[in-house]
């Protein structure tokens, strides 16, 4: 019974094993089965996610955060697909293991409640992830929706923006800034586009009229600076830079008022009044004389106007005062002086007196100077004392002025520095002139400037110091003014000396060279030269027309002896008969033989015709005895071999004489045609100098300052002398030398002061200009600027310390101001209404200067 009981157990333990067994394979099918489904599901859910993947991607930004959603849910699976694999390795353990199977079957069961909590989630993710996706779908069609609307309208908005690029003045270009643009062809073609522009939202027909609205206002604002008119101060300008008449002023304004629609200027009375009130013309005293004029081979009387400042003190004082409300009065200190240039100077008929002042930076600016007196004349010293005298004592008195600078009174000394040229300072120092045993009118040295006892440049010492003038020596000066004050006229000096010492032997070396024949090489002695041959050619002309005179009057006296032998019979006009043994008058058709003179022998005391002695030219020979008494001629025969014979002398004589003015002739023309002609090598240095800025005045010795300074640069005379073979003349390289001196003498003339080595280093540029002008041109006469130049100059400097400041140059200018203001008035006979129109023409130059409005560009 124990045994059936204990079988019953194991059977039972058998049974529940087995049961065990068998609810552990259906545990691990439905296992297999759950997960089997399990793995379907994610293998559907994967297919899901690539699907919202593949929609996801196609999707514009505005769904960004779905995709960042969708990332997420990808990373999830990541993780429940790990967990599976975790799964799977677990269930082939237990299958490998089953001596663990309860802990299996109850971590199974754990896990199959954990996978159940995972499927809900997943459930739920899956759902939510299904309701997502159809939010996409249904979101992702309304933005397709919306896509094509948008992309129509932009289409819409870019159609209508090309349309508008097209009538844009740009055409729809990125434009470049129009200050940058250099070329007027562009500048020209925005301009028209824009117009084209305006033209649409304007209207074809108003377009003319808004222009001109648009320029009138534009013209108006002072916003711009665009003007359809001048000011009264410019058209005051223009007037006087112009030198309007008013008449030429008349007809300009209504010239632009008809083709311009419009007056430029403002009204005449306006700029009249502004000339009437800028031209001090109450200042000054214009009187007239009567003065002997030559005109053509006629000397005439006529009236001339002579103009003098009443008060030149009050005059410089106004000038000074107006200089300095502008800023343009240069002083060092308070006590630095006034100074002043009193210039005078001879230009076309009118000798004219001039301040200008030295406190400034353009002191020789023509519209600067200050006019003090005008004459028609000469400017010696008999004209300037006659004319001028009061306009001198004006001067005299000037020691110190008071006027205001900026509103405050001042005072300051005066020094008055002469300057014009040689003869002017001559005349205002007493001195008698240039032709004077004593030139020069700085010092007592004497020499001798005229031929034939010139003094030459190569024995001349320049170094020899002279005593100053004692006031018995010169005339009352008209200037009280030391010697020393007075400024050499340095313009005069550089362009005298580059005319001669380098201009003229630089044609006088083209003339050499393009000759042929030897020449000298001066140009006086080349000129010299040529008068010469003039007159040789002169002297052979008269001889050859004498000789075939006597020629012609040989053969007809010839004719009149042998007429005479063949006639000798006939009856014959005794009355007309000389004493003569044979007389040929009674036998001459000719009407100037029988008008023949008579002489009478010394020999027999005949009375004979100058005919009859073969007297072929009375007013080249005369005869005192007769043929008789010197030949004893028996016939007429005798008298026919020696009249033979005189007719075959003198027609060698005339054949050697044609021979010789054929030749001179020849000489003088080619000669002639070097100064009328443009040969080669002159032809090359004139193209040279046209080049450089020395145009054809050069060959008229009208060098200007400008030109002169051009022609001494150091690249120019490279250029000028290359036009000559090296090897030309010995003195090319003395002239280098003396245009590198010269160029180095006009950098120091400007009016910069100098110092002491500035000063010593003038000097010694004048030395070695001194000794190279000596050893080039031995022979050239020493003339008082030469030595005003190498013996005062420097001593000047050292007491003034500027050579370029105050100098003639800028009187020079005035002379051609006004030479054009008296061509301008010339229909003005009054001599004293045109001397006023001058004079007010400068007083507004004056005022135009002194306000910083003129226009002249100093040298």
């Known amino acids: 019974m124990t045994d059936k009981r204990a079988m019953q157990t194991r059977k039972r333990v058998l049974d529940e094993d087995d049961e065990d067994e068998n609810r552990s394979e259906n545990c691990k099918r439905q296992l297999r089965e759950e997960n089997a489904i399990l793995t379907k599901k994610v293998t559907t859910l994967e297919t899901n996610l690539s699907d919202l993947q593949s929609l996801l991607l196609q999707k514009d930004a505005k769904i960004k955060f779905l995709e960042d959603e969708k990332n997420k849910l990808a990373l999830s699976q990541k993780l429940l697909e790990e967990k599976l694999k975790n799964t799977i390795s677990e269930l082939e353990q237990t299958n490998r293991s089953l001596q663990f199977r309860n802990n299996e079957i109850s971590n199974i069961r754990r896990e199959n409640q954990k996978k159940d909590e995972l499927n809900d989630f997943l459930r739920k993710q899956w759902q939510a992830s299904e309701s997502s996706s159809t939010e996409i779908l249904r979101e992702s069609a309304l933005a397709k929706t919306a896509e094509v609307q948008m992309r129509k309208k932009s289409l819409e908005m870019k159609n209508q923006l090309s349309a508008l690029k097209l009538k844009s003045p740009s055409g729809g270009a990125k434009l470049k800034k129009y200050g940058d643009i250099r070329k007027n062809d562009t500048k020209f073609a925005r301009v028209k586009r824009t117009l084209e522009c305006l033209k649409t939202d304007i209207g074809e027909q108003d377009l003319d009229a808004f222009i001109t609205d648009f320029c009138n206002y534009v013209a108006k604002n002072p916003t711009f600076s665009f003007k359809t008119c001048l000011t009264a101060m410019e058209s005051f300008v223009a007037v006087v830079k112009f030198k309007f008449s008013d008449t030429m002023l008349k007809d300009l304004k209504s010239f632009l008022t008809d083709h311009l629609g419009h007056d430029i200027f403002v009204s005449r009375k306006e700029i ?23 005109v053509g081979s006629r000397e005439v009387t006529v009236k001339s106007a002579v103009v003098k400042a009443r008060d030149v003190s009050s005059l410089i004082k106004r000038r000074l005062e107006r200089l300095s409300d502008n800023n343009m009065l240069r002083f060092k200190n308070e006590s630095d002086p006034v100074k002043i240039g009193f210039g005078g100077d001879k230009g076309g008929s009118h000798t ?3 301040i200008s002042f030295g406190n400034i930076d353009t002191p020789n600016n023509p519209h600067s100077l200050l006019l003090i007196g005008m004459f028609e004349g000469s400017d010696d010293y008999k004209s300037l004392d006659e004319h001028m005298a009061s306009a001198f004592e004006m001067v005299n008195q000037i020691t110190s002025l008071t006027y205001k600078e900026h509103g405050i009174e001042v005072t300051r000394p005066v020094l008055i520095i002469p300057n014009g040229d040689c003869k002017y300072l001559s005349a205002i120092l007493g001195h008698p002139g240039q032709a004077f045993s004593t030139p020069c009118f700085s010092c007592k040295l004497s020499w001798s400037c005229r031929a034939p006892h010139a003094t030459l440049l190569g024995d001349f010492d320049f170094s020899i110091q ?5 006031p018995s020596d010169l005339k009352r000066p008209l200037l009280n003014v030391e010697p020393s004050s007075v400024a050499p006229p340095a313009l005069h000096f550089i362009l005298g000396i580059v005319q001669s010492y380098v201009m003229n032997p630089l044609v006088a070396l083209c003339n050499v060279l393009d000759y042929g024949d030897e020449l000298p090489e001066d140009l006086k002695d080349q000129k010299k030269m040529l008068r010469s041959l003039e007159q040789e050619q002169q002297e052979y002309s008269d001889r050859v027309e004498s000789l075939q005179c006597s020629l012609r009057t040989i053969d007809s006296l010839l004719e009149v002896v042998e007429k005479t032998k063949t006639s000798a019979k006939k009856t014959i006009d005794i009355s007309s008969k000389c004493e003569a043994d044979f007389c040929l008058i009674p036998f001459c058709r000719n009407t100037e033989f029988r008008h023949s003179d008579s002489f009478v022998c010394d020999s027999c005391n005949k009375t004979i015709h100058n005919v009859c002695c073969f007297v072929l030219d009375t007013s080249a020979e005369t005869s005192t005895t007769c043929l008789d008494c010197r030949f004893s001629f028996a016939n007429l025969e005798d008298r026919f071999d020696l009249l033979s014979e005189t007719r075959e002398k003198t027609y060698q004589q005339l054949d050697n004489d044609y021979d010789v003015l054929k030749h001179v002739k020849i000489d003088r023309e080619k000669l002639q045609s070097l100064f009328s002609e443009t040969k080669e090598t002159r032809k090359r240095l004139e193209a040279v100098l046209e080049s450089i800025g020395c145009g054809h005045r050069t060959w008229y010795q009208q060098l200007t300052g400008n ?29 280098e030398d003396i245009m590198i001196d010269l160029s180095r003498i006009m950098s120091a003339g400007d009016n910069r002061e100098k110092t002491d080595e500035e000063i010593d280093e003038i000097q010694e540029i004048l030395w070695n200009l001194e000794s190279n002008m000596k050893t080039a041109f031995p022979s050239a006469t020493v003339t008082p ?18 050579l370029g400041h105050l ?16 061509a301008k008035f010339a229909a003005v006979t009054n001599p004293e209404a045109k001397a006023a129109l001058i004079v007010k023409h400068f007083a507004n130059f004056n005022y135009l200067f002194d306000t910083k409005q003129s226009w002249f560009k100093c040298e």
């Open 272 to 294: 009249d009044d502004l000339k009437k009130l800028h031209s001090t013309i109450d200042d000054y005293d214009i009187t007239t004389r009567e003065m002997v004029k030559k």
């Open 807 to 822: 100098t003639e140059q800028g009187l020079e200018h005035m002379h051609a101001i006004a030479n054009s203001l008296h």
């Open 707 to 735: 030109q002169a300074r051009k022609l001494l640069r150091e690249e120019n005379i490279r250029r000028v002398l290359s036009v000559f073979p090296p090897n030309s003349s010995d003195k090319l390289q003395l002239i």
């Open 466 to 470: 002279a005593d100053q003038y004692e």
């Open 785 to 802: 600027k030469l030595h005003l130049l190498f013996a005062h100059w420097v001593p000047f400097l050292r007491i003034h310390r500027s």
């Open 352 to 354: 004219k007196l001039v």
